[in-house]
């Protein structure tokens, strides 16, 4: 439990990182496969999303990132997918797992929690949606949708970005409309 805990801490960290070097300016490239499909399908977890068609495909090196789109430089969504070392989790067990997942955020002091997490069930997965805004070293801030999911000893994490903050309430509805196409089973 130790060893999931503290790779999803590293993923917790790798996901804020990409998603500030998405809003720093690096330019996305588009793929060629997403101009023609708004569906993501990731393998490992059998797990999909449809993004909008407008979003821009970007190529992470971290090999945990599933995926990372972006509507611009300032709004984005990355998948991350990691052995959570989890027994089973249901309904009924997400009390433990949030004890889990709070300490993962915990690990980031900058990270400040605008309501309290929330038990949910997307695609047909258990899990909890936390919504925070937090702060870099370097100044910029932002807010983050954070999901995470769980399904046969994974961890799903869908976070969805907003920088700067006040753009938060604006793409609240969008992102939840994202997370609505989730599906649990491919």
């Not at 258990?126 to 937090?134: I, L």
């Amino acid at each position: 439990m130790v060893v999931g805990g503290l790779a999803a801490i590293l993923a917790l960290a790798g996901g804020v990182f990409l998603g500030r070097k998405v809003i720093e300016g690096n330019e996305p490239k588009q793929s060629a496969s997403a101009a023609q499909s708004a569906r993501f399908h990731e393998p490992i977890s059998d797990v999909s999303i449809a993004v909008p068609p407008n979003w821009t495909r970007l190529h992470p090196t971290d090999g945990e990132v599933r995926l990372l789109v972006a509507a611009d430089s300032s709004t984005s969504l990355l998948m991350r997918v990691t052995k959570a070392g989890l027994a089973t989790v249901t309904k009924q067990s997400l009390p433990v797992v949030k004890e889990y997942t709070d300490a993962l955020l915990k690990q980031d002091t900058r990270a400040r929690q605008l309501a309290a997490p929330a038990p949910i069930e997307l695609g047909g997965l258990p899990g909890w949606r936390y919504r925070y805004t937090y702060s870099s070293t370097d100044g910029s801030t932002g807010s983050h949708v954070h999901y995470f999911l769980f399904k046969n000893g994974r961890m799903i994490q869908l976070v969805f970005q907003a920088m700067p903050p006040y753009r938060f309430q604006a793409l609240e509805p969008t992102f939840d409309r994202i997370a609505g196409t989730f599906r649990g089973s491919g």
